[in-house]
Each structure stands twice: as structure tokens, then as C-alpha cells.
């Protein structure tokens, strides 16, 4: 669909050499897109370039996908704007100091402090603010965030940003707190570039250790479908911990169970001949089956050095008073995906429950029909290619889309001295129909297991 060499911003605001604090603003070696996802009633495709090298001018962008041909490399936007993105010299090392310890009246570039969240001006609870009350709101930077999460139902992008600027395999600036971020995503966004900010809350400290392990959001909706009343799954792949957030109350959980960790046997991949590296990552993506009468659904999940999947029910999951209890006999494993298969990323196609897996080392996007044993006789291959470098995302958009995209995500996580070669294809993005893709594998379905939901 498309492909990046090198990626082009628009309008940046500042040259390239043009220094914040010890590094040039855009150094475009470093810069590849690791995360998309598409917003259909706009036309927006929201994209994130991950802030794992210096000199990434934005983290989170966009583009117009009705302005781009397939086969082309299209060029990148700050979203919702590129002051949003913009780092400042604060935040590095000797230039910067650990805001997180500071007093809250000292604070500068977190808004979570100044109250449990905010919400934008066009929700009620904005009712009564004072305009400092709504200045504070708006100061705040994006830090670092992986992966655009797109709320087709309420037309709405969610982003988990770190709040950390990690260069490399070692070099790490705590910048500030992770948080939730929610914007708006308006029918006209591609005209108007306006992007109203509805909340920015941040997840508490007690919840988590590494905040860089935050790279994943699923949206379990209610009954009602209404755009309040949601829950957030947030999991923590550094401290394999899966973090639940009440959208509507306010208020957090987590659950931590053994199925969450890495398998150490499992923890060596290669990702090119020459690049071979261990990395230890637990819970990933997790991903919901259909409801059951009253709302409940399996959520799927596995750690990304594992060739396993589990299964929960969200039953579990949206209670608080069930968390950091042992729960072990609510988690299940219901089989292994087969040898090599350690999977990244994984999204289900909610018209026919077939599950889609990103895999990091095989070169393949594997699928499982949800309404059989899994195994590796159950699980169907639907793309291989050696253009698969490694699958940083995949998702389903609203018009039955499957999206994934392949990038060098571990060539510059785990790696100081090697470079993008900015004369090749470093990522490409890859569209095909969800339902025929699966025609003729064992993940092909009849119309009795379709959803009518």
C-alpha cells in the first residue's frame, strides 16, 4: 500500500540541524514509522514514529490517505500539531531535571498533576473550570508513543505516551509520567487539521515501574455503546502487568498473573542474519471476542517472547475488586501457535472472530478462527513475504480493512551504532480484504460462525 525510505514531514518548523539540547532536531537515519492506523470517516491515517533515536522531529503524525496513490511514500504531519511534538532542551540529561520530583506548582510539561484527569471543553465535566483551570490542560508535550490507537465508534484516536525518550539500549531521559491521551478525530480533519484534545490523564505511579512498556490500548465498550462508558485494557510488556482504566469513573486497576511473563527459552530472535538479540517481553496486544449476553468477552493475549495464547474473560477484568489478588485459575493458555512464531501484535476481525498475528521473526501473518482448537494445525498463514522485516503493527479499520506494517523496530531499539539506510525501503504498509484473506485456509469460516453483532 505504501512504503517509506525516508520519511518527509511537512512544514517542519526548524532546519535539521537546528539543535534542542544535545541533539539536532531531525536526523532523518533515525526516523521510521513503527505504528498507523485509519480513521475512515475523516480519510486521516494517524501514524507513529517512535522516539528510540534522537532526532525525531514528531511522534505522532498523520497524513490524508485521499491525497496519496498506493505505491507511494506519503509525507508525514504533526498531529495534532508539531508544537504538541516539539521536545524541549529541558528534558536531556544535564540540560534537563527529574520533573517528576518536582512540587506540582513547579511543574511545566505534565498536565496530570493539576487534577485525576481533564476533559475537553465540549464535555460536561468542563463545566465550572476556570480559565486557568483550562490553560492547564493544555500544557503538556507528547513525548514518545508507539502506536495510534483509532476509535472508529467515537471517532476518537487514543495514544499511550511513555512519557520517556529512550535512545537506544541504554540511553534513557524520564522525561514525565505516562499517560492516556484522547483527541478528537472530526469528519473534516483533513480540511481543517483541528484536533481538539477531550482528555490527557496519567496513569498512576503505582501501577507501573517501566513506562516504556506502554504500547498497547484495547477499548472494551459497554452494552449501551455509549462513547463514555468504556474500559481501557493497557498492558505493560516490560512488567507484564495489564492495567485497566474506567473512562467514565475515573479510576485504575491492574492484574499481574504468571501467563503475563516472557518465556526465557523463547526470548532469542533474529531478526536478520546478522542481527540476532534477546529480549524479554511479556503481555502484548490483547484482543476481545464477541460478547456474550451480558457483555462479557474473551480476551486473547500472549507474551511477546512466547509461542502461546491465553484467554481471560473480561468479567475478570472489569472488576477492581478482583485485582492484584491471585487470580491464576481465570487465566487460561489455550494452545501454542507452533515453533518460531513469537508474536508482537495481534487484532481480530470482529465480523468473523478470526484473530490476525504480527509475527517478529517468521516473515508471516498467521490467522486462527477463534471457533476452533487452537494449535498449529488450526493456525493458517494468509501473507509471507521476505518484505516482512518485522510486523510493528496490525489492526482491522471499519471497512473490513486488515492493515499491517513491517519496519526495523529492532535495528534501532536494540542497536547504537547501525543506521537506516535511507537509500532503501525501511517500512512498508500492507492493506488486503480481512474476509478474503482467509479464503481457502483453516481460518476460513461459513455463515454460521459469522457475528451478527
Known amino acids: 500500500m505504501y512504503y517509506w525510505r525516508e520519511i518527509i514531514y511537512e512544514d517542519l518548523p526548524f532546519k535539521d540541524n537546528h539543535y534542542i539540547g544535545p541533539y539536532p532536531y531531525h536526523i532523518p537515519s533515525n526516523n521510521e514509522v513503527i505504528g498507523l492506523g485509519y480513521h475512515a470517516k475523516s480519510g486521516l491515517m494517524l501514524t507513529s514514529v517512535g522516539r528510540l533515536r534522537p532526532g525525531v522531529p514528531s511522534t505522532l503524525n498523520a497524513f490524508c490517505v485521499a491525497h496519496y496513490e498506493k505505491g507511494n511514500s506519503p509525507h508525514l504531519w504533526g498531529f495534532p500539531n508539531y508544537e504538541k511534538n516539539t521536545l524541549n532542551a529541558s528534558f536531556y540529561g544535564e540540560f534537563s531535571i527529574d520533573i517528576r520530583k518536582l512540587p506540582t ?179 502484548t496486544d490483547v484482543v476481545l471476542g464477541w460478547p456474550d449476553k451480558v457483555g462479557n468477552r474473551n480476551a486473547y493475549y500472549s507474551p511477546g517472547s512466547s509461542t502461546s495464547e491465553y484467554v481471560v474473560s473480561t468479567k475478570l477484568l472489569k472488576n477492581p475488586r478482583r485485582a492484584y489478588r491471585n487470580n491464576s485459575e481465570e487465566f487460561n493458555l489455550i494452545g501454542f501457535r507452533g515453533c518460531d512464531t513469537q508474536n508482537f501484535h495481534q487484532t481480530i476481525d470482529p465480523s468473523t472472530g478470526v484473530i490476525f498475528f504480527g509475527q517478529m521473526q517468521s516473515k508471516k501473518i498467521l490467522c486462527w478462527n477463534t471457533q476452533r482448537h487452537f494449535n498449529p494445525d488450526t493456525i493458517g498463514v494468509i501473507y509471507e513475504s521476505d518484505a516482512l522485516q518485522f ?60 457475528s451478527i453483532h
Request: hydrophobic content about 35%; charged content about 25%.
Open 105 to 283: 506548582e513547579d511543574r511545566k510539561y505534565s498536565a496530570g498533576y493539576y487534577n485525576h484527569f481533564f476533559v475537553g471543553l465540549n464535555q460536561a465535566d468542563s463545566k465550572g473550570k476556570t480559565y486557568k483551570d483550562i490553560r492547564k490542560l493544555e500544557e503538556f508535550s507528547i513525548i514518545n508513543t508507539y502506536r495510534p490507537i483509532v476509535d472508529n465508534h467515537c471517532n476518537r484516536l487514543f495514544i499511550i505516551d511513555t512519557g520517556v525518550l529512550r535512545y537506544g539500549p541504554s540511553l534513557i531521559y524520564d522525561v514525565q509520567d505516562p499517560a492516556i491521551v484522547v483527541f478528537d478525530l472530526p469528519s473534516n480533519g483533513c480540511d481543517q487539521r483541528r484536533f481538539p484534545l477531550i482528555r490527557r490523564v496519567e496513569i498512576p505511579k503505582y501501577l507501573w515501574n517501566d513506562p516504556a512498556g506502554f504500547s498497547f490500548i484495547t477499548l472494551d465498550y459497554s452494552k449501551t455503546g455509549s462513547c463514555e462508558d468504556l474500559l481501557l485494557y493497557i498492558p505493560n510488556l516490560f512488567d507484564h502487568s495489564l492495567t485497566v482504566y474506567d473512562y467514565k469513573r475515573g479510576s485504575f486497576w491492574s492484574f499481574k498473573d504468571p501467563s503475563m511473563r516472557p518465556i526465557l527459552a523463547e526470548s532469542s530472535l533474529i531478526f536478520h542474519p546478522n542481527i540476532q538479540y534477546e529480549v524479554q517481553l511479556g503481555i
Open 391 to 450: 510486523v510493528s503493527e496490525i489492526n482491522m479499520d471499519a471497512e473490513g480493512y486488515l492493515w499491517f506494517h513491517s519496519s526495523h523496530l529492532p535495528l534501532i531499539y536494540l542497536t547504537d551504532d547501525k543506521q537506516l539506510n535511507i537509500n532503501d525501503i525501511n517500512s512498508r504498509t500492507f492493506r488486503v480484504k480481512a474476509s478474503e484473506a482467509i479464503e481457502g485456509t483453516v481460518c476460513d469460516v461459513s455463515d454460521d460462525f459469522k
